[in-house]
């Protein structure tokens, strides 16, 4: 879905916890996901440390999504 | 044996396009390739009575046509349904399709029909029909016959049909235990192997290859309309609209305008390949709606487009996940959506 998104000109970024079927498919722009079941949380922390992950992974979707990239592009970084 | 033969309006000689409206007739005996068939089989079999119908009719009228032949068909106690062959021709490969489904669950005697392994009749009916691999065009129909004419006999018989590759019909997606005399573990290190050596091996499983799609530069944030989709299945509770569990075959849209944080007994995933525990306590870890209007007040990007996508993408086919794509895309760039970010489980 991402990629057919980009096909029609509007940049999309994936996030997902299995990074290389994203790349295999060929999704351009990857972020990282925390887990399988919970992509944009993490249960082991506190609400208020989950929401400040959340907002990281999203902040650093939003990163991907102003960067000009050659070609598929992980954007890592984001403590989860 | 006796064979019951359909074709359409073109091979049975009433006419061309002009002519596929043209409802079912039953003739006796054999019509067009109808007759090339009976005379390879030499005497083993006879075709009784040769059904020709026009594509369009059959298309726009697939109930009525079916019940139609099907009551025809029924007088005649014939042994086996040869439907084609339809080569690329796409409403005759649909016919073709359907009528030796029907055929086969009704009546049930066996059915064969042949095309060409891109003609649309195929993927809806390979399962459960045979269906020959022909040429595209009918300027293959000398070697189709023949095929055919082969083939018959061994589907009245007890014998086996073998794997796809040998027989030359078109891979119905079925998955056969066989003995090997070595281990998977032993195989799979042998093509390991191979492969590193450089040497040439056989895989047991293509894998499908997949296309790449030129990145799109970046957008400039502040003045940019980001748009949220999950595949993750986030749905209100209760599932008002059934979003099925795997399989997907549709995505669906709601609206989060008035909505700054997903809740637990507000919304739910009904996504059936993961551990919905964590979904259902908090859906945002799935649909991170709460930060992204967060970041939206703060003005990191300038709005958030006001309904999100959901499917599931549990056993999602790759053709629906490209049309889902497809679709989506098409609203977002009618509603000047500048970028997307898609969550997955």
Known sequence: MVKYIEKAGIPAVHICAITNISETVGANRIVPAVAIPHPTGNPELSKEEEYILRKNLIKKALEALETDINGQTLFKGVRV | MKIIYYINQFFGNIGGEE???QPPVIKEGAVGPAGGL???????????????????YFAENQSEAKDKILKEIS???ADIFVAGPAFNAGRYGIACGSICQAVQEKLKIPALTAMYPENPGVDPYRKEVYILKTGDSAASMRKALPKMAEF???????????????????????????FSDKSGAVRAVDMLMKKMKGEEFDTELPMPVFTHVEPVPGII??????AVITTGGIVPWGNPDSLKASNADRFLIYNIEDIDDLKEGEYQTVHGGYDPVYANEDPDRILPLDVLKELESEKVFNKLYNEYFVTVGNTTAVSNARKFGEDIAERLLNDGVDGVILTST
Do not use: H, W
């Open chain 2, 152 to 178: 018959i006999p061994r589907l009245l018989s007890d014998e086996e049909i073998g794997f796809p590759e040998e027989e030359g019909y078109i891979p119905q997606g079925r998955r056969v235990n066989i």
């Open chain 2, 75 to 77: 007088k005649y106690k």
């Open chain 2, 19 to 21: 002519a596929a409206n």
């Open chain 2, 38 to 56: 009976e005379n390879m089989l030499e005497g083993k079999g006879e075709v009784v009575a040769t059904i020709i119908c026009g594509d369009s």
């Open chain 2, 221 to 226: 944030l502040d003045e940019a309309t980001i």
